[in-house]
């Protein structure tokens, strides 16, 4: 296990352009919690695919709004803070690396700790939009009110439509996902960190890495069926993974 904290921390130093991909497991240790972990979203519950859908938000935007809230109510409140692990992804571009982070994670936490090019392809909870006028909306505005609607006004008359999250939601198309593969493949280092790898087309990222040469490493609590693939496999909590790594990549 050693030889794999050596050999990642040798690769960060190396390595020029850095892709970094995360998922909920990186969000944990801000009190947030991941998807499949025991205590998880998920929780084997189906409803939770049929309610962030967007056949519901299509059906019944109101109804959809309200449940949407109460999933992720904690997550609208906007308190949580980015931890160790978000802030050693951005530190790397104070490096002078070249740093895309690509997330499957709505949190926003990317940015906050000061990332500067993210993809959030499952989008970003703390945003909003009319699917009329396409006018954006903050989070404090989507709090204002149980069903946020669109309050642009055209000849006095006001847009109403029912805004719908900036997420993806199930039935909807990720976004920005051939810019995530481009700048995966194009990366001298693919780091992998907190995400069990059974999101679909997300997954596909690390085998297109490895087949193009691009040297491949995971950070994760478990084991992940990409494991056997990828050069540095490291189990680890992301925050004591961090501790090691800045000691190992500033020797
Ligand atoms: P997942 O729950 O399927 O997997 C999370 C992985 O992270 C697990 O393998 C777990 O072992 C690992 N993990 C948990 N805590 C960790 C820690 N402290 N350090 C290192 N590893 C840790 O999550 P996923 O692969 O991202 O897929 C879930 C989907 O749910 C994604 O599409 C994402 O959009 C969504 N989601 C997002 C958030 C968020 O925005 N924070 C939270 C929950 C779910």
Redesign the pocket.
Same mark, same amino acid.
């Given at each position: 296990m050693e030889n794999n904290w050596y050999t990642l921390a040798r690769e960060i130093r190396d390595a020029r352009k850095i892709t970094v991909l995360?998922?909920?497991?990186?969000?944990?240790?801000s009190g947030?919690?991941?998807?499949?972990?025991s205590g998880?979203?998920?929780s084997n519950n189906r409803s939770f695919v049929d309610i962030v859908s967007k056949d519901y938000y299509e059906e019944d935007p109101a109804a959809f709004w309200h449940a949407f809230k109460d999933i992720f109510q904690i997550?609208l409140a906007g308190q949580y803070l980015p931890n160790k692990?978000h802030h050693f992804f951005a530190d790397l571009e104070n490096m002078g690396k070249e740093v895309s982070i690509i997330t499957? =994670?709505?949190?926003g936490?990317h940015e906050l700790a000061g990332s500067t090019n993210v993809f959030e392809i499952?989008g970003n909870?703390r945003q909003a939009y009319c699917p009329t006028c396409q006018q954006g909306y903050d989070l404090s505005y989507i709090n204002e009110s149980d069903v946020p609607t669109c309050s642009t006004m055209t000849r006095k008359v006001s847009c109403q439509t029912v805004l719908k999250p900036n997420v993806v939601l199930y039935g909807d198309k990720v976004h920005d996902i051939d810019q995530a593969f481009e700048a995966a493949l194009t990366s001298d280092l693919l780091i992998i960190?907190?995400?069990?790898?059974?999101?679909t087309p997300v997954n596909y990222i690390p085998l297109e890495a490895v087949k193009m040469g691009t040297k491949t490493a995971i950070? =994760?609590?478990?084991k992940?069926r990409f494991d056997p693939y990828l050069d540095v496999v490291i189990h680890?909590?992301?925050?004591d993974?961090v501790d090691t790594l800045q000691r190992l990549v500033q020797a």
């Open positions: 995360t998922g909920a497991g990186i969000s944990t240790e947030i919690p991941d998807f499949r972990s998880g979203l998920w997550k692990g499957q =994670n709505i949190d936490l499952h909870i960190a907190g995400t069990s790898l059974e999101v950070i =994760n609590k478990e992940t680890s909590g992301i925050g993974a």
